[in-house]
T-cell receptor
Framework: AQSVTQLDSQVPVFEEAPVELRCNYSSSVSVYLFWYVQYPNQGLQLLLKYLSGSTLVESINGFEAEFNKSQTSFHLRKPSVHISDTAEYFCAVSAGAAGNKLTFGGGTRVLVKP | NAGVTQTPKFRILKIGQSMTLQCAQDMNHNYMYWYRQDPGMGLKLIYYSVGAGITDKGEVPNGYNVSRSTTEDFPLRLELAAPSQTSVYFC??????????????FGEGSWLTVV
């Protein structure tokens, strides 16, 4: 079975400052890794995902995440946040044997302050 | 595009009552899922389905039932509601051609309170 740990439950950050959200996973098989974002009172939306190839993946709105197999991590970063990035962010893993089912971390709430 | 549609959005139930959360998707996805979201716990998989007529338990299936008579619909039934079932419920769907890491699309959630 796989598991996901998001090390920070809340991250306050000032507008235009960088942010890093930490995610570690455990799995005995190869995994696919995802970051989802949930804006207030909405469902989850895919932000980015790692399936294979380059270990650095980017989203269209400036986020990036790097897959580190040796450290079993998939941290999410953005060099300069906006007020509109205020949301909850979920790291998730899908392991080969589990098909397409996702195992989620507990979430990190990002609050961007002006 | 409708995507994944859930109803109702909000519901208050009394202990012991039953209800069905409806879910429909118009993307012709073969996989569908029900998750519940509790504060600080992320999302937990309740049930999933890999196609019409096929369902299976997830991490937290107790107190719930599902059916999948069509590709489009995947209702979740709560029998004998309990306060522990107070949560936000998300239906989701994906196309899966094997273990390809396809994107899962979520509905907007159903807020359920059991009192």
């Amino acid at each position: 079975a796989q598991s996901v740990t998001q090390l920070d439950s809340q991250v306050p950050v000032f507008e235009e400052a960088p942010v890093e959200l930490r995610c570690n996973y455990s799995s005995s098989v190869s995994v696919y890794l995802f970051w989802y974002v949930q804006y207030p009172n909405q469902g989850l939306q895919l932000l980015l995902k790692y399936l294979s190839g380059s270990t650095l993946v980017e989203s269209i709105n400036g986020f990036e995440a790097e897959f580190n197999k040796s450290q079993t991590s998939f941290h999410l970063r953005k060099p300069s946040v906006h007020i509109s990035d205020t949301a909850e962010y979920f790291c998730a893993v899908s392991a080969g044997a589990a098909g397409n089912k996702l195992t989620f971390g507990g979430g990190t709430r990002v609050l961007v302050k002006p | 595009n409708a995507g994944v549609t859930q109803t109702p959005k909000f519901r208050i139930l009394k202990i012991g009552q039953s209800m069905t959360l409806q879910c429909a998707q118009d993307m012709n996805h073969n996989y569908m899922y029900w998750y519940r979201q509790d504060p600080g716990m992320g999302l937990k998989l309740i049930y999933y389905s890999v196609g019409a007529g096929i369902t299976d338990k997830g991490e937290v299936p107790n107190g719930y039932n599902v059916s999948r008579s069509t590709t489009e619909d995947f209702p979740l039934r709560l029998e004998l509601a309990a306060p522990s079932q107070t949560s936000v419920y998300f239906c989701a769907s994906s196309y899966s051609g094997g273990n390809s890491g396809n994107t899962i699309y979520f509905g907007e959630g159903s807020w359920l309170t059991v009192v």
